[in-house]
Structures are given as structure tokens and as C-alpha cells.
């Protein structure tokens, strides 16, 4: 069965780093375009970034744009998410999701906290 | 960024009962609409595409319909595993973006 499972995330400091990751199993990863999206606590949904099934393209959401870098390895069936000068208000659970035809997510992960504190 | 606007934010409905939430965008979207599931603590259950494709596996009882700006999503013989937060999502263009949720409670 398809499944994404997502690593990486934690406490971390403002303005440091982190790397999400997120291994795919149970279907083509190299022929489908992925995403991350992120839901703050007790909030809604955010789409954050997305690649295309190759890596050739990718779409950020502006106020990441320049901080985050979605990339993946298809070799290794993975996606990840560079994060960098991170802030507060990138606190959030970040869930990796398959994307379809015209970019529409279907399956998803359970996500992974990040938590942006001093 | 193109806005959606979910109504109602929660309702409480008992086993049964059919309910439908409405999803309204900033400006036409054609059909580009999808919508979601999601359970505490779980990832989105990919339901509806396209405003009223239904997702493989997915019961009928769960229906969308609309276009342009306008759309819902009705849940018919509503069963207890479909208390849930209800997104819609558009995937018109980039950013790509959700609706506030509707939480369906049980009564």
C-alpha cells in the first residue's frame, strides 16, 4: 500500500536550520510531482511547496520563498524540505503529500511537528 | 492568492442525517476543486476531484458538486466514522490553497 512517512522535524531555535524528509513506498515515486503542506496548531492548511515528478519544477508559497527548498531523490524513493532562517510562524505539523495529474494532492502522511522557539 | 471560503466552520449532525458544507472561491476556479477528510492527529483522506469525481474506494454517500465559485460537498446517511474537518482545496493555481474547515460533529 502507498505510504509517506515523514522525519526530520523537532525543536529548533528561530533563524537556524532543519531538513524534513520524506520516504515514499508503494507506488512509481519518480513518476509523480510531490508536495508539502503544513498546518499550524489548531489551525488550517497551508500549502507550502511543490516539485515536479522529475525535480525540473517547482512552485513555493511566497512567504517561504528564498528560506525553503523542496528537492527529492528519486533513487531513494524521498522528498525533502531545506529549511532555513526558520521563524515562530513556521511552527506547524508539515505533511508530504502525492501529488496527481495538474498538481491535485491525494495521499498524505501523518506529518511531523516542527516547533520554531527559543 | 486565490481565497476559499468554507461555511459552516462546525455543525452537529446525528447518525443518518444528511449534511452539506459550502465552499466559495475569491473568483472562477472552473472545476479545479478537490476535497478532504481529516481526523485527529491523521493525514487528509483524498475524497473528491475535479468538484464531483469521486476517489476510488470512496463511499458514495459522500457527493460535490459546483463550479466556477461555487460548491459543496453533501454527505448523505451520514455515518459515525464520517465525523470529521472537511477541507476543500483548489488546484486552479499556485499558491494552492484550502478552505478554513468545517468540523462535522456528532449531536
Known amino acids: 500500500q502507498i505510504q509517506l512517512v515523514e522525519s526530520g522535524g523537532g525543536v529548533v531555535h528561530p533563524e537556524r536550520s532543519l531538513r524534513l524528509s520524506c520516504a515514499a513506498s508503494?507506488?512509481?515515486?519518480?513518476?509523480?510531482?510531490m508536495h508539502w503542506v503544513r498546518q499550524a496548531p489548531g489551525k488550517g492548511l497551508e500549502w507550502v511547496a511543490v516539485?515536479?515528478?522529475?525535480?525540473?519544477?517547482?512552485y513555493y508559497l511566497d512567504s517561504v520563498k528564498g528560506r525553503f527548498t523542496i528537492s527529492r531523490d528519486n533513487s531513494k524513493n524521498t522528498l525533502y524540505l531545506q529549511m532555513n532562517s526558520l521563524r515562530g510562524e513556521d511552527t506547524a505539523v508539515y505533511f508530504c503529500?502525492?501529488?496527481?495529474?495538474?498538481?491535485?494532492?491525494?495521499?498524505w502522511g501523518q506529518g511531523m511537528l516542527v516547533t520554531v522557539s527559543s | 492568492a486565490i481565497q476559499l471560503t468554507q461555511s459552516p466552520s462546525s455543525l452537529s449532525a446525528s447518525v443518518g442525517d444528511t449534511v452539506t458544507i459550502t465552499c466559495r472561491a475569491s473568483?472562477?476556479?472552473?472545476?479545479?476543486l478537490a476535497w478532504y477528510q481529516q481526523k485527529p492527529g491523521k493525514g487528509l483522506k483524498f475524497l473528491i476531484y475535479?468538484?464531483?469525481s469521486l476517489e476510488s474506494g470512496v463511499p458514495s454517500r459522500f457527493r460535490g458538486s459546483g463550479s466556477g465559485t461555487d460548491f459543496t460537498l453533501t454527505i448523505s446517511n451520514l455515518q459515525p466514522e464520517d465525523f470529521a474537518i472537511y477541507y476543500c482545496?483548489?488546484?486552479?493555481?499556485?499558491?494552492?490553497?484550502f478552505g478554513g474547515g468545517s468540523k462535522v460533529e456528532i449531536k
Open positions: 503529500a502525492r501529488g496527481l495529474s495538474r498538481w491535485v494532492p491525494d495521499y
Open positions: 508503494g507506488f512509481t515515486f519518480s513518476s509523480h510531482a
Open positions: 516539485i515536479s515528478y522529475d525535480g525540473s519544477v517547482t
Open positions: 473568483q472562477g476556479i472552473g472545476r479545479s
Open positions: 475535479d468538484a464531483s
Open positions: 482545496q483548489q488546484f486552479s493555481g499556485f499558491p494552492l490553497t
